[in-house]
């Protein structure tokens, strides 16, 4: 099967995770870039009041879903939510992903993230879940055990 691991991250932690993923998994990362500035406590505050509006934005990626069996999405969450660059990602994307995982980091305050991108993606989700952004270690092992048995199941 072969698989994409693709994320959004301001500040490193969802990254890390995606990373693991896809060492674990043996499959191609791809980051998405926002064209937002997010930096600094004026970039904090618009990307807090962006995602609880559930605005889309200016994004970059490289690969293409379309060429994966299963596409691995990660996210930060942001008051409670799904970032801007993710939901702009899976809007766009959304025909083009024949089956999807899901993955967020947060400090500890989880949210609504997993039903919107399960709303947003509108199709198969294979696993998901929500890691604590200080136990990313734990966390991305045992997603990829959980998306490993899901995929022989
Ligand atoms: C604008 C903003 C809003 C956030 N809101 C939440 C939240 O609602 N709940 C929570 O647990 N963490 C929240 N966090 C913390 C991040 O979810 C957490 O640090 C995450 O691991 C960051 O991922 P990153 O390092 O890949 O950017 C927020 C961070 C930012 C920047």
């Known amino acids: 099967m072969k698989a994409l691991v693709v994320y959004y991250s301001r500040d490193?932690?969802?990254?890390?995770?995606?990373?693991?993923?896809?060492?674990?998994?043996?499959?191609?990362?791809?980051?998405?870039?926002?064209?937002?500035?997010?930096?600094g406590i004026l970039g904090f505050l618009r990307?807090?009041?962006?995602?609880?509006?559930?605005?889309?934005?200016?994004?970059?990626?490289?690969?293409d879903p379309a060429e994966y069996d299963l596409v691995v999405v990660g996210s930060p969450v942001w008051n409670g939510r799904?970032?801007?660059?993710?939901?702009?990602?899976?809007?766009?994307n959304r025909e083009k992903?024949?089956?999807?995982?899901f993955f967020a980091t947060?400090?500890?305050?989880?949210?609504?993230?997993?039903?919107?991108?399960?709303?947003l993606y509108?199709?198969?989700?294979?696993?998901?879940?929500?890691?604590?952004r200080d136990e990313i270690e734990e966390g991305a092992k045992e997603f990829v055990e959980a998306l490993k048995s899901a995929v022989h199941s």
């Open 12 to 39: 490193g932690h969802t990254r890390e995770a995606a990373r693991r993923i896809a060492e674990a998994l043996g499959a191609d990362l791809d980051e998405v870039i926002d064209r937002k500035n997010r930096k």
């Open 47 to 63: 990307a807090g009041y962006d995602a609880t509006r559930g605005k889309t934005t200016e994004i970059a990626f490289e690969k």
């Open 82 to 92: 799904v970032t801007p660059a993710i939901r702009t990602y899976l809007l766009k």
């Open 97 to 101: 992903i024949k089956k999807a995982a």
């Open 106 to 119: 947060c400090a500890g305050r989880k949210g609504k993230i997993l039903e919107q991108m399960r709303e």
């Open 122 to 132: 509108g199709g198969e989700v294979i696993a998901e879940t929500i890691m604590k």
